[in-house]
């Protein structure tokens, strides 16, 4: 998954549901405030309208108060006679500067205590009253305190007459006293006017009916919004289950994996903690696919997905990377990175074993590698920073790079990645990545080492081995390079090349008329699998024109155990067309006797292998190499001793009749002028 398409889906995940969660918060608020707003408007109005018409009669309660005085009334007398006027219907309360009241009527007084400052319209100055005002114990109420069915429940009773509901309409239901005070035109005493705001039953409807309809109104929206958002996250929920959703396995997928490792690796409190990604490898899927069929194909893969979730803990995960493959993110307990290594290991290693019993009656492998994560230190030494960095996809591809190195089932070897591993790997990108230019370059250099004969003394033949002078890298030695030929099939091209190489030179000596020596060349196995082998060959030398018997082929001897009849094939054409054919390496690995009995070969090239090691080890190598010469000189075969490197092993090889040594003892592989010289000298 490339990091770009994972961004977007990511941010498609994030996206959906924040902004529905949000707006219907913020409606919801919203709504609230307007609805309490409205209500508290609409209450004033009605409040508004009931206080001005009380200001109004208590303006008229001062003007008669103000006229009496006019006509030469003390305040207590004006009081007092304005008193019979209004007697009844409001009380009155007089108070000088002080406070002090001068003329009160009605059995309660204002408090001055508790003074009230509104605006409806204008603005009113107000006193509760000691009485009544916020004491409904009294059987005065506040709005809050009246239960609603006091004022609606008997409107469904059924009412007869209309004139009883305009009655029941009426009823007052809150009754508030409180003090207006009015402008008084002597500055010296203040009026106060008590009056009463009272609510009737039908008021109360009303601020209730349209509370319920301002509601309503606005959760019809709020409704919708909240539905919206519930599905919206529902969608979700779905989305990211599709998105994260491995449809193979029915388990979590890449994509979740890696954001998921990421998320636990960068966690500041696991920085002290180590991980390893682990890449396991079921072998062979593509065959268990087509033998067992594509659906117990997909089965396994869903077993192996529930077994290794029920075997990840806390901090662990994993997901199919693609095909067979599993990725994991474990957690390793240890103190040292040894120790660490050696439980993850192990753990790895029990998982196998598990896994490999998943089906009974069938035999199927895993394979791992992996990558350890080391805890996480900043350069300064500190923790604080996040391990921001870690790349599950780059970690993943080490842990498989690991696993690839792994290639024997048996040996359940469980291989760690390392710096070298990544060396190797990217010296072998190099080499395939150069080779064809190095070959067009003429950067592969014939070097010869000389075969003596131990009997004569004399140089009586060579090998051609190869030299890689890279432009780049300088002198590189086959084995750094000829196996990845091997695997890539590019040493074809170069055994061709090496073959017209010393065909040419044969053909160059001839005309120069130097001393003809023959010349070894290396045939890779895998050259043997190509049809008309022996032609192709013949076709390269005969290009040159030298004679066919100066040039000899080593077959190295694993290539006995591919296919035998194509090489004896091979081996007979050749040498019908008079090439010498060698058995390279004999001994070096399992060697077959057989091989020697089917195939007609001239020359058998002893390992160096068979002198190596210890005292006793030699000895015994020794009376193998004596009987290996007897076999070979009766079956009419020449022999080469190759890596002789002491006198000892040269005076043996030569009791024992041994036709040829190629070694160090006598000369290493070198550049073809040296090698001309050497010729030279020795004739
Ligand atoms: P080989 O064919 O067995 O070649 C002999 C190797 O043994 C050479 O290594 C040679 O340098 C080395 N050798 C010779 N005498 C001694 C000795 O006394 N002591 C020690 N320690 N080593 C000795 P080299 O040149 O590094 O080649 C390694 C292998 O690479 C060859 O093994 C051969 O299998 C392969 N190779 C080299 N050139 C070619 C080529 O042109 N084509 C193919 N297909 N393979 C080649
Ligand atoms: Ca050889
Ligand atoms: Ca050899």
């Given at each position: 998954m490339?990091g770009?398409?994972?961004?977007k889906?990511?941010?498609l995940?994030?996206?959906?549901?924040?902004?529905?969660?949000?707006a219907?918060?913020?409606f919801?608020?919203?709504c609230?405030?307007?609805?309490a707003v409205f209500?508290y408007l609409?209450?004033?109005c009605?409040?508004?309208?009931?206080v001005?018409g009380h200001?109004?009669?208590?303006?008229?309660?001062s003007g008669?108060?103000?006229?009496?005085?006019?006509?030469?009334?003390t305040v207590?007398e004006?009081?007092?006679?304005?008193?019979?006027?209004?007697?009844?219907?409001?009380?009155i309360?007089?108070?000088?500067?002080?406070?002090?009241?001068v003329?009160l009527?009605g059995d309660?007084e204002?408090?001055?205590?508790?003074?009230?400052q509104?605006?409806?319209?204008?603005?009113?100055t107000?006193?509760?009253?000691?009485k009544?005002?916020?004491?409904p114990?009294?059987?005065?109420?506040?709005?809050q305190?009246?239960?609603?069915?006091?004022?609606v429940?008997?409107?469904?009773d059924?009412m007869?007459?209309?004139?009883?509901?305009?009655?029941?309409l009426?009823e007052?239901?809150?009754?508030?006293?409180?003090?207006?005070r009015?402008?008084?035109?002597?500055?010296?005493?203040?009026?106060?006017?008590k009056?009463?705001l009272?609510?009737q039953?039908?008021?109360?409807?009303?601020?209730?009916?349209?509370?319920?309809?301002?509601?309503a109104?606005?959760?019809?929206?709020?409704?919708?919004?909240?539905?919206?958002?519930?599905?919206?996250?529902?969608l979700?929920?779905?989305?990211?289950r599709?998105i994260?959703?491995d449809?193979?396995?029915g388990g979590?997928?890449w994509?979740?994996f890696q954001?998921?490792?990421?998320?636990?690796l960068?966690?500041?409190r696991?920085?002290?903690?180590a991980?390893?990604?682990?890449n396991?490898?079921?072998?062979?899927?593509?065959?268990?696919?087509?033998c067992y069929?594509v659906?117990?194909?997909?089965e396994l893969l869903?077993?192996m997905?529930?077994?290794l979730?029920?075997?990840?803990?806390?901090?662990e995960s994993f997901?199919?990377?693609?095909?067979a493959?599993?990725?994991?993110?474990?957690?390793?307990?240890?103190?040292?990175?040894k120790?660490?290594?050696?439980?993850?290991r192990?753990?790895?290693?029990?998982l196998?074993?598990?896994?490999?019993g998943?089906?009974?009656?069938?035999?199927i492998?895993?394979?791992a590698?992996?990558?350890?994560?080391?805890?996480y230190?900043?350069?300064?030494?500190?923790w604080?920073?996040r391990?921001?960095?870690?790349d599950?996809?780059?970690l993943?591809?080490y842990?498989?790079?690991a696993?690839?190195?792994?290639?024997?089932?048996?040996e359940q070897?469980?291989p760690?990645f390392?710096?070298?591993?990544?060396?190797?790997?990217?010296?072998?990108?190099?080499?395939e990545?150069?080779?064809?230019t190095?070959?067009?370059?003429?950067?592969f250099?014939?070097?010869?080492?000389?075969?003596?004969?131990p009997?004569?003394g004399?140089?009586v033949?060579?090998?051609?081995?190869?030299r890689?002078v890279?432009l780049s890298?300088?002198?590189?030695?086959?084995?750094h390079f000829?196996p990845?030929?091997?695997?890539?099939?590019f040493?074809?091209?170069?055994?061709?090349y090496?073959?017209?190489?010393?065909?040419?030179?044969?053909?160059?000596?001839?005309?120069?008329?130097r001393?003809?020596?023959?010349?070894?060349?290396n045939?890779?196995r895998?050259h043997f699998?190509?049809e008309g082998?022996?032609?192709?060959?013949?076709g390269?030398v005969?290009?040159?024109g030298?004679d066919h018997g100066l040039?000899e082929?080593?077959?190295?001897?694993s290539?006995?155990f591919?296919?035998?009849?194509i090489l004896i094939e091979?081996?007979?054409?050749?040498?019908?067309y008079g090439f010498?054919?060698?058995?390279?390496?004999f001994g070096?690995?399992y060697?077959s006797?057989n091989?020697?009995?089917?195939?007609p070969l001239d020359v058998?090239?002893?390992?160096?292998e068979?002198?190596?090691g210890?005292?006793?080890?030699?000895?015994?190598g020794e009376?193998?190499?004596?009987?290996a010469i007897?076999?070979?000189?009766?079956?009419?075969?020449c022999?080469?001793?190759?890596g002789?490197?002491k006198?000892?092993?040269v005076?043996?090889?030569?009791?024992q009749?041994?036709d040829?040594?190629q070694?160090?003892?006598y000369?290493?592989?070198?550049?073809?002028e040296?090698?001309e010289?050497?010729?030279e000298e020795?004739a």
């Open positions: 490339s770009v398409r994972e961004k889906l990511g941010s995940y994030r996206r959906r549901v924040w902004p529905s969660v949000f219907l918060i913020f919801a608020v919203a609230l405030a307007t609805f209500l609409f209450v004033m009605i409040m508004g309208t009931k001005v200001y109004e009669d208590a303006q008229r309660v008669i108060l103000s006229a009496l005085m006019d006509g030469g009334d207590e004006a009081a007092e006679e304005m008193h019979d006027y209004i007697l009844g219907n409001q009380d309360c007089v108070v000088d500067r002080n406070r002090n009241i003329f009527t309660s204002p408090d001055f205590t508790r003074k009230l509104f605006k409806v319209g204008r603005e009113f107000a006193v509760a009253d000691s009544s005002f916020l004491a114990d009294e059987g005065m109420r506040t709005i305190s009246i239960p609603v069915k006091d004022i429940g008997s409107v469904f059924p007869d007459e209309k004139e009883t509901r305009t009655q029941w009426g007052t239901v809150i009754r508030q006293d409180y003090w207006l009015v402008p008084f035109r002597d500055e010296t005493y203040a009026l106060y006017v009056s009463s009272q609510a039953r039908q008021d109360i409807i009303y601020v209730y009916l349209f509370g319920f309809g301002v509601m109104l606005l959760l019809i929206p709020m409704v919708l919004l909240f539905v919206n958002t519930i599905r919206t996250a529902v979700q929920r779905r989305m990211s599709l994260y959703l449809t193979v396995t979590r997928n994509l979740f954001n998921y490792a990421h998320r636990i960068s966690r500041i696991n920085n002290k903690k991980f390893a990604l682990v396991l490898h079921l072998e062979r899927y593509q065959n268990y696919r087509a069929g659906k117990a194909g997909d869903e077993a997905s529930g077994f979730n029920a075997r990840v803990g806390k901090n997901a199919r990377y693609e095909g493959d599993f990725g994991m993110l474990l957690a390793c307990t240890g103190e040292s990175e120790e660490r290594q050696e439980n993850c192990k753990r790895v290693r029990s196998l074993a598990e896994l490999t998943l089906r009974p009656n069938q035999k492998h895993f394979h590698g992996i990558d350890m994560i080391p805890p230190v900043d350069k300064d030494g500190k604080y920073h391990r921001k960095d870690a599950v996809e780059q993943y591809t842990a498989n790079a696993r690839l190195e792994s290639d024997t089932v048996e070897r469980i760690f390392d710096q070298d591993m990544l060396g190797r790997q990217k010296w072998e990108r190099w080499v990545d150069t080779m064809e190095a070959l067009h370059n003429g950067e250099q014939v070097y010869l080492q000389p075969k003596y004969s009997a004569s004399k140089l033949g060579a090998e051609a081995l190869v890689w890279s890298t300088g002198m590189i030695t086959p084995s000829i990845i030929f091997e695997r890539t099939g040493i074809t091209q170069l055994d061709d090496m073959i017209s190489k010393v065909a040419k030179m044969q053909a160059e000596w001839m005309i120069q008329g001393k003809m020596i023959p010349i070894s060349v045939v890779s895998a699998a190509q082998l022996a032609e192709h060959i013949c390269l005969d290009a040159y030298p040039i082929l080593e077959v190295t001897e290539a006995f591919d296919d035998k009849d091979t081996v007979k054409q050749l040498k019908a010498r054919v060698s058995m390279d390496d070096a690995g060697s006797l091989s020697l009995k089917d195939i058998l090239k002893l390992d160096g068979f002198f190596q210890d005292e006793e080890g030699a000895k015994r009376i193998v190499v004596r009987e007897r076999l070979a000189r009766d079956l009419d075969m022999v080469v001793a190759e002789i490197e006198k000892e092993q005076d043996f090889l030569t009791r009749g041994c040829m040594i070694g160090f003892y000369a290493k592989p070198m550049p073809v040296e090698f010289k050497k010729v020795d």
